[in-house]
């Protein structure tokens, strides 16, 4: 069978953290994991990020693991509520009483930030206040769309920054915990400019993490505004549709998801779409018609990695929903070739980048073969999404787990040498080995000189034994 390009991101959760069915998920199609902080305990991450590597290691393949940090998230208090349209409930900082039509929320200064007419959406959307007023601490809002309000849910002020830290001190705990588990990638939530990448990176710095690769959420409209230098700073982005949907007029998500895409691709960044792909199949067997074309133009659209979240984190058929993605995605791929968009060729790196890939199609090279002393050059030839099988020799452990997130990547361990003829060597059998190549088929090689150095600068055409 052809190798599938375009990765799968699932979520791991009760519905599919057994070795049994990590094994299914894997041999199914899942390339790597994600595990949001957002719920469970450190425990609870730690004996899936256990099991997951155990899994991973038995079957001789690089599954990265990405943790999605919860983000400056505001949340209602531990009471419930019942919102009738017209009715004027107050936000406060503290614990909440129904009687006295007081909410409690999880922001302390809330008050100072939000004018009166600002939206405040409730529950991912379900409800929506607006505000009317201000009276010291307190939001005065009326009920706009009501409904029942069941406890620790989101608070959501459209257009309006809330003014909290990127990092909240949960996250900060989070990652020290992540550190310490040597995870792949970090996805950070609710960026709203460039300079909160930069933050979170030099809070990695400080506690000793420099090079985690980061992911940049795109869910509220500030993040929009500055796309272009979210991109730019962040190693790769993911639309995030859920709260991108409740922030944004839900007309404009399709437009803002093609956008996002694009530019990632220009940037060469890897690119996440994800939130609700078949969220049907977390409740039924099969997906809609719209959910399957929904995954299908993401990849028309050049996404790199399509998401699961609820489908196999706590829905009812987790290895179904795997199953029909991986299908549909075999489908897309089989009538696409290039992104709309191609990467920018802006230094000399990107100028060998494209070169290989032109002397691949040139050549009907099979595949073309790199050296990754680093993720950097993986990243780069993603974004061509070439024809090609992309041969990804990694000499670090980790390298070779993150690498296997991009587009067409196909990682493996190669142990580290000074020698390129022998590198090459090995990479020739790997692909013997793995049926990507025959006898006489020509293999495209874009390797650094002097060898392991990090700079790409040199490509070179091998006839297979």
């Not at 531990?78 to 409930?89: E, M, P, Q, S």
């Not at 257009?159 to 950070?188: H, T």
């Not at 639309?239 to 437009?255: F, H, K, M, T």
Request: proline share 6%; with cysteine.
């Amino acid at each position: 069978m052809e190798l599938r390009r375009t990765k799968i991101l699932a979520t791991i959760g009760p519905a599919s953290d057994s070795p049994e069915m990590l094994r299914q998920l894997f041999q199914t199609g899942v390339t790597a994991c994600r595990l949001n902080f957002s719920h469970g305990t450190h425990g609870d991450h730690a004996a899936r990020i256990a099991k997951i590597r155990q899994v991973a290691d038995e079957m001789g393949i690089a599954v990265p693991i990405v943790m999605d940090l919860c983000g400056p998230k505001v949340r209602t208090d531990t009471k419930t509520y019942d919102l009738v349209v017209g009715d004027t409930w107050r936000l406060v900082p503290i614990e909440g009483d129904p009687s006295q039509g007081k909410i409690g929320i999880s922001h302390p200064t809330l008050a100072k930030l939000v004018p009166p007419g600002q939206p405040i959406v409730l529950d991912d959307g379900h409800l929506e206040l607006v505000v009317t007023a201000i009276e010291g601490d307190d939001i005065v809002c009326k009920v706009v769309t009501g409904g029942h309000l069941k406890s620790r849910k989101s608070v959501n002020t459209p257009d309006c920054d809330n003014g909290l830290d990127v990092l909240s001190e949960k996250d900060k705990k989070d990652l020290i915990f992540g550190r310490d588990q040597g995870l792949d990638w970090v996805a950070v939530s609710f960026v709203r400019h460039g300079a909160d990448i930069q933050s979170v990176r030099e809070h990695l710095a400080s506690i000793g993490w420099p090079d985690p690769p980061i992911i940049a959420k795109i869910e509220t409209p500030l993040a929009v505004q500055a796309l272009d230098d979210i991109v730019r700073l962040s190693d790769g982005i993911m639309v995030a549709r859920g709260d991108l949907g409740i922030e944004c007029p839900i007309e404009s998500v399709p437009i803002l998801q093609k956008r996002a895409v694009r530019l990632a691709h220009r940037a060469a960044k890897l690119c996440v779409v994800a939130t609700q792909m078949l969220d049907s199949m977390e409740r039924n067997p099969r997906p809609t018609r719209a959910e399957a074309s929904d995954v299908a133009n993401a990849v028309f659209e050049g996404a790199q990695v399509v998401m699961l979240s609820g489908e196999t984190a706590g829905g009812q058929h987790p290895l179904a929903a795997v199953q029909t993605m991986d299908r549909i995605l075999r489908g897309a791929e089989a009538v696409t070739d290039t992104p709309p968009t191609l990467p920018e060729i802006s230094n000399q790196t990107m100028e060998i980048v494209a070169g290989s890939v032109r002397l691949s199609e040139h050549t009907k090279a099979p595949c073309i073969a790199i050296f990754c002393h680093t993720m950097e050059i993986a990243r780069q030839i993603a974004g061509f999404h070439c024809g090609a099988h992309v041969i990804a020799a990694c000499f670090d452990e980790q390298i070779y787990r993150q690498v296997s997130l991009f587009y067409g990547i196909i990682p493996f361990r190669l142990p580290r040498t000074n020698s390129i003829d022998e590198a090459i060597t090995r990479v020739l059998d790997e692909i013997q080995e793995r049926n990507l190549g025959a006898a006489g088929d020509r293999i495209v090689f874009m390797y650094s000189q002097p060898f392991g150095t990090r700079l790409h600068n040199t490509i070179r055409l091998v006839q297979m034994p």
